[in-house]
């Protein structure tokens, strides 16, 4: 080992290992399904189809920006999915009751960041597993949704707000969301990766002890990992409610399961301080393009659920049996090299 | 046996030498609290309405509990070593299928035969639950949050938006999900011996103790000798058989099965488990409390029309209360960990 580490032949391996990562691997195989997908399956190459992508890619990528940034501190945020339906619930109730939109989608953010905070509060200020607690919200504010819009739709928003969440950008074929995204994810990627608070944040994923005795406040840091989560999901419920038109208490149900996928498919650990933005966005795309793709090519739906399911599964058991077989022929070729020991 | 001797006198020892009581005191304190909540909500419930109370409506309300309370004495299991198995919904509705298709096409098929049908869709989904967590290393809540998906969608695949009605399934099967032995359902007869027996397993045989072992410590457990793989495997195997016996029990009981079938129903099955004082991170708890949890939850839901309030809070109380468990567990917790501390340096 120590020898190999000494030799040039050593360091190159390692260099090789470095571009060999799992966000790289990633990205690789989300290209490979675009393009496979564009040459075999019919209409997903147009840009029709292209702006769809887009618009149902939209909510995962945005869950999936702070999901990343909890789960990068060992915690979990299951209630996202949950507070994307009770603010979508909430603003059919506040425009039944005549409050402009420009008033309610603010306050929809607002909700949702309150929401989070109350997440925040019972993991910090209480010492809970986020496991349980967001279990427990996911439920509760699931419940909320339902108790404030029953299973009654509204769906008399403007043309004009609803027009704009599907429409493109002038004559072209970007969709107007495309932009907002694109800041979005850039902000966040500058957060995790270019600022002393995404250092802190996989200090606290690695050892949150030892991040505290450094000089980190675990406790605030998750808090407010907590509340932008909810104050996103708050714009994703916004989005989602026109986009479809239609605000239900049943919006988004179970999309906090295809977000987890996504950004553990983006080789982010679930045991928190390792990941990075690029592979969680990598990740996004490729869900949701096979998904895309398997749809048009009229694979039902049925199978686009086991899809999602094991490439959960898959996403974490592949680099743990990546480290086994690594580490156990590293093993063996120990044995066989140095029969004597050092 | 001598094992278990040496493990009761310790236990007086420790009793008598630190603040062990609190913890029992805490233990039976959460049994009592259930059972108390439970008392003023039937009482509640029957003052606006006595017929809440009279034996048909306890018998159903007792029938709706039993498959929630079989899957929750399973999940117990689980979370005892500090898993989670969030494919259970799924792993009932694969079993509730795949039995009513069988008994639909062949209705020869005497009861305890399609029983042991389900039981074994359920142990072989289980078993595939535990070699993902034990051998491929993966978090049992990803693993089993995979597994509800492609479990579900396995339902979807063979159901193909089909269902299966009453009327395709044997007279005999269907009998069975009302029928009654001394005036109790068989269904709450099954549930209630499942409950004892897994009970006196947790509590009285060696492997059942290694389950709580496992959920405290996982490292010291290992160290102590327990094989931590051949438990795990176990726990998964029995919480997924358990949802398989509770698919067929569900198949008899409403007659009508589609893909749908359990879909959601792991979260009651997690808040039973939680509310009766199970500890999510492993360790602590009962299947008794579970059973309790079970029971309450389903009273709730049958109480709130009663009451004429929304059903649509059903969700929302289900939610509240798994928040109000966990916090009151934790801030029971603290308080007996400062307790203890202080006999100690009382002792010291």
Redo the contacts between chains.
């Keep these: 080992m120590s020898a190999d580490t000494l030799t040039g032949r050593g360091a190159g391996r390692f260099r090789l290992q470095r571009f060999a990562t799992w966000d790289v691997a990633i990205i690789l195989a989300t290209l490979a399904v675009i393009v496979i997908a564009a040459a075999t399956v019919e209409h997903f190459g147009t840009s029709r189809n292209a702006g769809f992508l887009v618009l149902d890619l939209a909510p995962i990528l945005l869950l999936a920006l702070p999901m990343t940034l909890i789960i990068a501190t060992g915690e979990i945020d299951l209630s996202v999915a949950s507070i994307v339906g009770l603010t979508s619930s909430a603003m059919g109730v506040m425009w039944n009751n005549g409050v402009p939109l420009e008033t309610i989608m603010p306050l929809c953010v607002l909700i949702g960041a309150i929401l989070g905070a109350v997440n925040g509060l019972f993991v910090t200020a209480l010492g809970l597993p986020s496991l349980a607690v967001t279990i427990g919200t996911l439920a509760l504010y699931r419940g909320l949704a339902y108790v404030l819009l029953g299973d009654t739709a509204v769906a008399d928003f403007p043309r004009q707000f609803t027009g704009w969440a599907i429409g493109n950008i002038g004559a072209t074929s970007i969709p107007n969301v495309l932009i907002p995204m694109i800041v979005i994810a850039g902000l966040f990627a500058a957060v995790l990766h270019a600022m002393p608070v995404g250092r802190a944040i996989f200090a606290t994923g690695s050892n949150p002890v030892a991040a505290a005795f450094a000089g980190i406040a675990v406790g605030p840091l998750k808090f407010w990992l907590f509340v932008v989560s909810g104050a996103v999901a708050g714009l994703v419920g916004v989005f989602w409610t026109l986009r479809y038109s239609s605000a239900r208490a049943d919006n988004a149900t179970g999309l906090e399961l295809t977000v987890v996928a996504a950004v553990l498919l983006g080789g982010v650990s679930i045991f928190g301080g390792t990941g990075t933005l690029p592979g969680v966005l990598a990740g996004v795309v490729l869900l949701t393009s096979l998904q895309n793709a398997l749809r048009l090519a009229s694979v039902s739906s049925e199978a686009l659920t086991v899809v999602t399911g094991s490439l959960l599964i898959v996403s974490v058991l592949a680099p743990n049996v990546l480290v086994g077989v690594r580490t156990s022929m590293q093993r063996r070729r120990r044995r066989t090299r140095s029969p004597s020991p050092t | 046996m001598s094992l278990l001797t040496k493990a009761h006198e310790s236990g007086s020892d420790a009793q008598a030498r630190t603040g062990s009581t609190v913890l029992d005191m805490v233990l039976r304190f959460r049994a009592l609290g259930l059972l108390l909540t439970l008392a003023a909500i039937v009482a509640v419930t029957a003052a606006v309405n006595p017929r809440f109370v009279n034996e048909q409506s306890i018998r159903d309300l007792l029938l709706a509990a039993a498959i929630t309370l079989l899957l929750a004495t399973g999940m117990t299991v689980v979370v005892l070593t500090r898993g989670?198995d969030l494919s259970v919904g799924s792993v009932l509705g694969l079993s509730a299928f795949c039995t009513a298709s069988l008994l639909s096409e062949n209705p020869g098929i005497p009861v305890p035969v399609a029983m042991l049908i389900g039981l074994g869709i359920g142990a072989v989904c289980g078993l595939f639950n535990g070699m993902?967590v034990h051998l491929?290393?993966?978090?049992p809540?990803?693993?089993t949050?995979?597994?509800?998906?492609?479990f579900?969608?396995?339902v979807?695949?063979i159901a193909g938006g089909g269902r299966i009605n009453a009327s395709d399934m044997p007279g005999g099967f269907l009998d069975f999900g009302t029928a009654r032995i001394l005036g109790i359902p068989y269904l709450i007869v099954i549930a209630g011996v499942v409950l004892a027996v897994v009970a006196v397993f947790l509590s009285r045989y060696r492997a059942g103790r290694d389950m709580y072992a496992l959920g405290s410590s996982p490292e010291a457990a290992r160290l102590a000798g327990i094989p931590a793989g051949k438990r795990i495997l176990t726990a998964y195997i029995l919480c997924g058989a358990l949802a398989g016996l509770g698919g067929v029990l569900y198949a008899a009981r409403y007659g009508t099965v589609d893909?749908s079938a359990g879909y959601g129903m792991e979260?009651d099955v997690?808040?039973a488990v939680?509310v009766g004082g199970v500890a999510?991170?492993g360790g602590s708890g009962t299947v008794v409390g579970a059973a309790l949890g079970a029971v309450l939850l389903t009273v709730i839901s049958n109480a709130l029309p009663v009451l004429s309030i929304?059903q649509?809070?059903?969700?929302?109380?289900?939610?509240?209360l798994?928040?109000g468990a966990?916090?009151l567990d934790?801030?029971v917790g603290l308080r007996v960990k400062a307790s203890l501390r202080k006999k100690d340096a009382h002792v010291g």
Excluded: H, S
């Design positions: 989670i993902i491929g290393k993966v978090p809540l990803v693993a949050l995979g597994t509800l998906y492609v579900r969608g396995v979807y695949f893909a979260l997690v808040a939680v999510i991170f929304d649509f809070w059903q969700r929302a109380i289900v939610g509240a798994i928040l966990i916090a934790r801030l």
